[in-house]
C-alpha cells in the first residue's frame, strides 16, 4: 500500500490564491521530505528538500518566498505556493526519506497534486 | 555538476526486449533508482540498485556499474501496458533524488 500520501490531488483556482498542499509519510518516520515540480513532458525536478524541525534547502532559481515549506512533525510536510499565478500551474509531487532501517531506502513518492491556476 | 543521461525515446514490439541505459556523473553516490510514469499519474517505484550487479524483479531488471557510472533498466516480455516514461534517479549525498530526463517507450502490437 501506500507509504506516502499527498493532499490535494488537484487544485484549480484564482490567480493570486495561495495554495496549500501537505504531505505525509504513512508508514515510517520521514526525517527528510523532498518537494518537486513536473511540467507536461518534463522531468522531475527537485525545488526543496524539507527537514524536520529546521528550515527547507532550496534548489538554485526556487524562490523560497514562493514557496514556503514546513516540516513540523516526522509524519508531515506542507508547501504552500504564496500568490499563485498562471506560471506556477505544474504537477508537484512530494516524496519522503526515512531514518535508521529505512535511510537507505529509495524514495516513495506520493500521488502529486496537479495545481491549474486560472 | 550532476547529470544523468539516457535516452530521450525507445519503440518496441510486444513481447520484445528492450534496455534503457543510463549514465551519470553525480557528487556523494548513494544509489540508482528506476521509476515508471503514466501519463498523468505521479511516478512508480521499479527498482534500486545500490550495489554493482544485477537486480531481478518479475519482467524488470535493473543493472549497475558503479566503476563505469552506468545502469540500465531491462524490460522482458513487453506489454502494451508498457508503454510509459522510465526515469533513472541518483541517490546522493544528503539522500536527494536527482532524476533524469526519461525514457519515453513506445510499445506497438
Known amino acids: 500500500g501506500a507509504v506516502v500520501s499527498q493532499h490535494p490531488s488537484r487544485v484549480i483556482c484564482k490567480s493570486g490564491t495561495s495554495v496549500k498542499i501537505e504531505c505525509r509519510s504513512l508508514d515510517f518516520q520521514a526525517t527528510t521530505m523532498f518537494w518537486y515540480r513536473q511540467f507536461p513532458k518534463q522531468s522531475l525536478m527537485l525545488m526543496a528538500t524539507?527537514?524536520?524541525?529546521?528550515?527547507?534547502?532550496?534548489e538554485q532559481g526556487v524562490e523560497k518566498d514562493k514557496f514556503l515549506i514546513n516540516h513540523a512533525s516526522l509524519t508531515l510536510s506542507t508547501l504552500t505556493v504564496t500568490s499563485a499565478h498562471p506560471e506556477d500551474s505544474s504537477f508537484y509531487i512530494c516524496?519522503?526519506?526515512?531514518?535508521?532501517?529505512?535511510?537507505?531506502?529509495?524514495?516513495?513518492f506520493g500521488d502529486g497534486t496537479r495545481l491549474s491556476i486560472l | 555538476g550532476q547529470s544523468l543521461e539516457q535516452p530521450s525515446e525507445v519503440t518496441a514490439v510486444e513481447g520484445a526486449i528492450v534496455q534503457i541505459n543510463c549514465t551519470y556523473q553525480?557528487?556523494?553516490?548513494?544509489?540508482l533508482s528506476w521509476y515508471q510514469q503514466h501519463d498523468g499519474g505521479a511516478p512508480t517505484f521499479l527498482s534500486y540498485n545500490a550495489l554493482d550487479g544485477l537486480e531481478e524483479t518479475g519482467r524488470f531488471s535493473s543493472f549497475l556499474s558503479r566503476s563505469d557510472s552506468y545502469g540500465y533498466l531491462l524490460l522482458q516480455e513487453l506489454q502494451m501496458k508498457d508503454s510509459a516514461s522510465y526515469f533513472c534517479?541518483?541517490?546522493?549525498?544528503?539522500?536527494?533524488?536527482?532524476f533524469g530526463a526519461g525514457t519515453r517507450l513506445f510499445v506497438k502490437a
Open positions: 534517479a541518483v541517490r546522493e549525498r544528503g539522500f536527494k533524488t536527482i
Open positions: 524539507s527537514n524536520e524541525g529546521s528550515k527547507a534547502t532550496y
Open positions: 516524496s519522503a526519506s526515512g531514518q535508521g532501517v529505512y535511510s537507505n531506502q529509495p524514495q516513495h
Open positions: 553525480t557528487s556523494g553516490f548513494y544509489g
